[in-house]
């Protein structure tokens, strides 16, 4: 995969999944727009290993005119974005009756309307330019559902159907949207939830299998990795009539 040429930003890309993804379009030569909070110099020496030097931009999601600064500095800076992969996003477990409404509100804002202000920002130039990958990391929680992740689930569910009106109107024209929906991924916020089980008593092995046995019965984690390259076949040719796809890669989560 050859993506000289091409300059991809990727939302909530300091660590995780994000800079897997960031990671695997900086290796296939994209320039690469890095943008969250965190370890910020040490993902971009990470990502500055693999390819050019990368940009950054610390806006937070949350707020409207913040991702117009992003998206302005996108195209001021490197002439627009090719490649927008929505990955931001926060978790909040809690039941419907006591969830906090301000969790609730952070949780659309961050993990869905931003994703639409994103979108609706880079397509004016992807439509000039004639190209372009619109690739939302949604969750295989977008296409089912888990108790006390209220909004966390409404908004990956509307993430997926935002994908798929993205791609309708987009259907005649050389750019496409997509949807990827992982299930277990050992990010920070999965590892604390297996050490909240280590830390009741529970083998630290153990406490692995047993999250994984709820839902993923490969018994293994995707990894960023493989998400990376899942992302890098959507901006293929190869996937070119890929359009509204929410791809889940979650180790048979799905298929129970």
Not at 64 to 76: F, G, H, K, N, T
Not at 151 to 156: P, Q
Request: proline share 4%; glycine share 10%.
């Amino acid at each position: 995969m050859n993506l000289q040429g091409k300059t991809a930003l990727v939302t909530g890309s300091t660590s995780g999944i994000g800079l897997g993804l960031a990671a695997s379009l900086a290796a296939a030569g994209a320039q690469v727009i890095l943008n969250g909070f965190g370890e910020v110099e040490q993902a971009k020496a990470h990502i500055a290993g693999l390819g050019a030097a990368p940009g950054y931009h610390g806006a937070d999601l949350s707020d409207p005119q913040q991702i117009a600064d992003l998206m302005r500095y996108v195209e001021l800076e490197f002439g627009g974005t090719d490649i927008l992969v929505n990955n931001a996003g926060i978790q909040h477990v809690s039941p419907l009756e006591s969830f906090p409404a301000d969790k609730w509100n952070a949780i659309i804002a961050i993990n869905l309307s931003s994703v639409f202000h994103t979108s609706r920002l880079a397509l004016p130039g992807m439509r000039e330019r004639g190209w372009g990958r619109i690739i939302n990391v949604a969750s295989v929680h977008g296409l089912v559902a888990s108790k006390d992740k209220a909004a966390y689930v409404a908004a990956k569910h509307g993430v997926v159907g935002l994908t798929k009106t993205i791609a309708l109107e987009t259907a005649r024209s050389a750019i496409t949207c997509n949807a990827i929906c992982p299930g277990w991924v050992l990010t920070p916020l999965v590892q604390q939830q297996i050490d909240q089980r280590i830390a009741a008593g529970t083998d630290p092995q153990q406490a692995r299998n047993e999250l994984l046995a709820e839902k993923q019965p490969s018994l293994e984690f995707v990894t960023p990795e493989q998400l990376g390259e899942l992302a890098l076949f959507l901006c293929s040719d190869a996937a070119v009539q890929v359009r509204g796809a929410a791809w889940n890669m979650d180790g048979g989560w799905l298929a129970q």
